[in-house]
């Protein structure tokens, strides 16, 4: 009796040890709060998702959804342990989110923990991550591989494979490919896709279409990522929140919802710069000048700032010209911008813009042309041409201006406009009657218009 009474309390011992070892191998709550020079925002963000899983602590949910929030906003150490526990609580999809925090750590261990998710689960997603890490690190046979797992690949396999066509010079398959996937998708990753492919076949077409691209990442983010993006609320989540909203939306309702953002960051000056153009093309220059002055700094290093700064003032003085230090200003903000950034057409579109309010034409017209030559797509390139050949009319040379309108026209047909545009224009002010009608006669109705708003006094038929 008294070795059994002794046995069970043994036991006793050794079950209140081993419920000891589970409680410190399970992290404790609350969570510390993120490292002081942590940005704010996400901060706040972060600390409310604490709070919810210090009130839960046995919800695997709820563990998940803090570890989100802490990946997605840059603490990736974190979301390691919340993933850990919320797998432990049972939820299976934990482990391909640890394989994306390592990842984002660089950790290669990120490698056999999607393949474990993938072996329990079979994912396409899971399989079209791991050929884009493969890819990444330069393993085209091992991308293709993974790749070829997926039965039916996404917008984003499908962009994976037409890259790795790139790389390995089969040229002919992925200009089939981006055939394909323009049909399936017009998402601007597509068209950088197809930009990429452009450049690398050096196909006019699709150069005229969707230029050099301009996205950074031509493979969309992970779907399992991407729909955490609105949990992100770093710097730089907002900086990308913000360019997003700008370029997918009308201006006013662009500006509408970015409004929270712009509260929410007031010295931000690339974020308050977004806003100022949203409201310059709203026409509310006033509110876009007081935007801008309150944030203007020497040593902004943005060139985009300086360029919608120099827009926004630009276009006051338009409306205004009495207001000569609106141009004093535009002057001073397109110098930087291409300073900082001289290979920028809009730049020099935009410098040549201040320099005809300068009445310097023959500057403007440099700087157009040199915008031209800039610019990768067709239709943009022509229009420059034209632009810069009117203020070559404009400085006297009418009649050359003219002819090599005329060349530019019979080069592209109808395809462009604006050489015929400019032409009757040039014709109209010069008095040269018989050939403005000769010209605007075979004009559309949308150019016919154009031409009616900017020329001041309209020919006359000769009866």
């Known amino acids: 009796m008294k070795h059994h009474l002794r046995m069970a309390m043994i036991f006793v011992v050794l079950f209140q040890i081993g419920c000891k070892d589970a409680e410190i191998d399970s992290p404790i709550v609350p969570r510390p709060s993120p490292r002081a020079d942590f940005d704010a925002i996400a901060s706040r963000v972060i600390r409310n998702h604490a709070e919810k899983l210090a009130r839960n602590p046995e919800d695997a949910l709820v563990w998940k959804r803090y570890a989100n929030v802490c990946l997605i906003n840059g603490w990736p150490d974190e979301a390691m342990i919340a993933y850990e526990q919320a797998e432990a609580l049972g939820d299976s999809e934990s482990i391909m989110m640890r394989a994306h925090g390592l990842r984002e750590m660089n950790d290669s261990g990120a490698f056999s923990m999607a393949e474990k998710y993938f072996q329990l689960t079979q994912n396409q997603e899971c399989a079209e991550s791991i050929a884009v890490w493969h890819y990444e690190d330069g393993s085209l046979a091992k ?13 984003r396999g499908s962009s994976l494979s037409i890259l790795i066509e790139i790389q390995l010079g089969n040229f002919d398959a992925a200009k089939e490919q981006t055939k394909q996937l323009l049909e399936q998708s017009k998402q601007p990753s597509v068209k950088a896709v197809a930009a990429a492919v452009g450049q690398a ?4 077409e699709l150069l005229s279409k969707f230029g050099e691209g301009g996205e950074k990442d031509l493979i969309p983010v992970a779907p399992r990522l991407g729909k955490l993006q609105p949990l992100a609320r770093t710097e730089l989540a907002d900086v990308r929140r913000a360019i997003r909203l700008r370029t997918n939306f009308q201006a006013e309702e662009a500006l509408k919802r970015v409004a929270p953002i712009l509260k929410q960051r007031p010295s931000h000056a690339f974020i308050q710069s977004m806003g100022a153009d949203l409201e310059r093309q709203t026409g509310m220059l006033k509110e876009a000048k007081s935007r801008l002055d309150r944030v203007r700094a020497d040593d902004n290093s943005d060139y985009e700032f300086w360029l919608i700064d120099a827009a926004v003032h630009s276009e006051i003085h338009q409306s205004d010209r009495s207001r000569a230090n609106e141009l004093v200003q535009a002057e001073a903000s397109i110098q930087k911008a291409l300073l900082l950034n001289p290979d920028i057409a809009e ?46 009319a404009v400085a006297g040379e009418v009649d050359r201006a003219l002819d090599e309108l005329d060349q530019l026209s019979s080069q592209y047909g109808n395809e462009y406009p604006e050489p015929r545009i400019e032409s009757a224009i040039i014709a109209a002010n010069a008095g040269k009657q018989s050939l403005f ?17 900017r020329v001041q006094n309209f020919p006359q038929r000769e009866k």
């Not at 991308?143 to 917008?155: E, F, G, I, Q």
């Open 143 to 155: 991308a293709r591989t993974w790749l070829d797992k997926s039965k039916t690949p996404s917008v």
């Open 201 to 204: 076949t050096q196909d006019e």
């Open 347 to 392: 730049g020099h579109q935009l410098r040549a813009v201040i320099y005809e309010q300068q009445g310097n034409v023959l500057k403007a017209g440099e700087h157009f042309r040199i915008a031209s030559n800039i610019t990768p797509k067709r239709k943009e390139r022509v229009r420059l041409i034209s632009e810069s050949l009117r203020c070559m």
């Open 437 to 453: 009608f000769r010209i605007f006669d075979g004009l559309d109705t949308e150019s016919k218009n154009q031409v009616g708003k």
